[in-house]
């Protein structure tokens, strides 16, 4: 008996559904080879990234097509040889690339790379880092040629108004962490002087408004703050001194107001706190207060700094997110392992949402590297089946779901650096052997919706059926190139094929009975529903 499944506007239309695609943009390093596409970015018309290929390393744009993918600037050749910070600055791209004798500070409208790239702050044998815009100027950490030693720097964008701020380190290209940050209308940093090691400092813009806020560690020895957060009007972050350790500290911008929040772990030992999430005007926090890695809460003061709820977070690869009014983020209890947990911002209420790799507290989904796209929290996670491949949420046990098995089996596809670029999701992928994309290594990958075709004369003409020889047969297709892919309701693909058609094809598929989603990518348009077949 024949399945009849009408690409209509009948019998299926209650369950027909847009059909979410992963596709290679493009095999960049061809075969298994990986480019490993780096600090995505998206400027004006185009999505930047760096990658490597048999000519070399090299910066790409892409429109997030094939052909559309294409080098910019090939770095392995000629005077630069190196792309990163990325950062937008009066509507230009200044980036650090690395000349034949250090780092050099460039800026692009990215229309004419040959032409337009100018050199801002051409230091032979200096580096640069920590970008940061405040009070319409470019700041950044550089150092001065062929030392180690950070100062910081300004820039309007002009050679002439790219000048050092003060005489002091703003980093250690061994030592410091470049991070700053504007907090009351003031630039905070780590800074070094003679006198007091790498400490807290204060910047105005000026010289004379270049100030130490407070020797947290007295004398020449180190606290070197770094993880800044502002959470309530309050600048938190993490510092060392010879009594606490590494522990949580915060200030108003005040000598007297920067203080110890509280010793987690008490005495000498460090409690490391990490991944700051501002959450319903507390910041959650990952702290080890000597047993384990767990997750706490403050509200900035020492009582109210307090365990949050006695669970396991992973030191590595531990995040959290804040999505549709909840707390994301993956934990372990003495039942499972990492897994999805959620949480309305009481102990009570905070529950793992769904245990992605099943079995006891060694089997670990363990979901990291979330993030937000179309009203939907995007995020890797693994199972022994499956791998390491791309999830999504909609905050529901229901609704989170495999998106699709690219590196298929137990191979990892391993989803990172994710950038949205004209409302399309683009990231870094291991296609592997396997999956949506046969033989490639780590490439640039993009996540869209495939939407149907509003060309109704198109729909009308296709029908399709299956046989009790789980053969699909699409009827009134006319096509020299078309791709048929179909996938389970839990996003796993179970069938893959390139065909043509001139009014009939067969396409043997060895299905089992039940709900797919199927889709047809020909050149006249796209088809993609919900089918049913018994």
């Known amino acids: 008996m024949k399945t009849q499944l009408l690409y209509s506007l009948i019998l299926l239309t209650s369950i027909c559904t847009l059909n ?8 960049i390093n061809m075969g298994s080879g990986d480019s490993n596409p780096n600090q995505l970015f998206s400027f004006k018309d185009k999505l930047y990234f760096t990658a490597s290929s048999a000519s070399g390393f090299d910066l790409y744009t892409s429109d997030g097509t094939e052909s559309g993918t294409e080098v910019k600037v090939n770095f392995s050749s000629g005077y630069f040889n190196g792309f990163s910070l990325p950062i937008i600055f009066n509507n230009e791209m200044y980036f650090k690339a690395k000349a034949k004798d250090g780092g050099i500070l460039i800026k692009t409208d990215g229309t004419n790379f040959s032409s337009v790239v100018q050199e801002i702050f051409p230091v032979f044998g200096a ?22 030693r ?7 964008g002009t050679a002439e108004g790219t000048l050092k ?8 290209l061994t030592d410091v962490k470049y991070e700053k940050i504007v907090y009351n209308d003031m630039l905070y940093f780590t800074g070094k002087d003679a006198d007091n090691g790498i400490e807290l400092w204060k910047s105005d813009g000026s010289e004379a408004g270049t100030t130490l806020v407070k020797d947290i560690n007295p004398g020449t020895s180190s606290s070197t703050p770094y993880r800044f ?24 911008g005040t000598e007297a107001g920067t203080v110890l929040v509280k010793d987690i772990r008490t005495g000498t030992s460090n409690s ?75 102990p009570e209420s905070t529950t793992m949402l769904k245990d992605i790799s099943p079995g006891d507290r060694n089997d670990n989904g363990n979901p990291n590297n979330f993030f937000i796209y179309k009203n939907e929290l995007f995020f890797e996670a693994y199972t022994d089946e499956l791998g390491d491949e791309l999830y999504k949420t909609d905050g529901t046990a229901e609704g989170t779901v495999l998106i699709a098995d690219i590196n298929t089996g137990r191979f990892n596809f391993a989803p990172q ?63 020299s190139k078309s791709t048929l892919r179909i996938v389970n309701l839990l ?11 001139n009014g009939n094809a067969s396409i043997k598929t060895n299905l089992i009975s039940g709900v797919y989603i199927l889709n047809i990518n020909t050149e006249k348009g796209n088809i993609s529903k919900k089918i049913l077949i018994k």
């Open 229 to 252: 957060t502002i959470a309530n009007n309050i600048l938190f972050f993490m510092a060392e001194t010879a009594d606490n350790g590494r522990e949580l500290w915060k200030t108003d």
């Open 272 to 346: 490391d706190p990490k991944e700051f999430t501002l959450y319903k005007n507390r910041l959650y926090f990952l702290a080890n207060d000597g047993t384990r890695n767990k997750l706490w809460v403050t509200d900035g003061t020492e009582n109210g700094t307090t365990l949050f709820k006695d669970i396991e977070l992973n030191n590595t690869t531990f995040s959290s997110i804040v999505y549709k009014d909840q707390l994301f983020f993956a934990a372990k209890d003495g039942d499972f392992g990492f897994e999805l947990w959620t949480s309305d911002g009481t």
């Open 165 to 172: 701020v003060k005489d002091i380190e703003s980093g250690s």
């Open 417 to 479: 650096r994710f950038a949205i670029h004209n409302d399309i999701l683009f990231f870094s992928g291991d296609g592997g052997d396997g999956g949506g994309s046969a033989d490639v290594g780590r490439e640039l990958f993009k996540y869209e919706d495939a939407t149907a075709s509003t060309n109704s004369d198109f729909l009308e003409k296709v029908n399709i059926f299956a046989d009790n020889d789980n053969t699909v047969h699409i009827k009134g297709l006319q096509t």
């Open 127 to 148: 580096d640069i880092n920590g970008f940061i815009v405040y009070k319409d100027e470019l700041y950044f950490s550089a150092s001065e040629a062929f030392t180690a």
């Open 20 to 27: 979410a695609q992963i596709s290679l943009v493009k095999d």
């Open 150 to 156: 950070q100062r910081l720097y300004k820039t309007d």
């Open 491 to 501: 996003g796993k693909e179970m069938k893959k094929v390139n065909f043509t058609s």
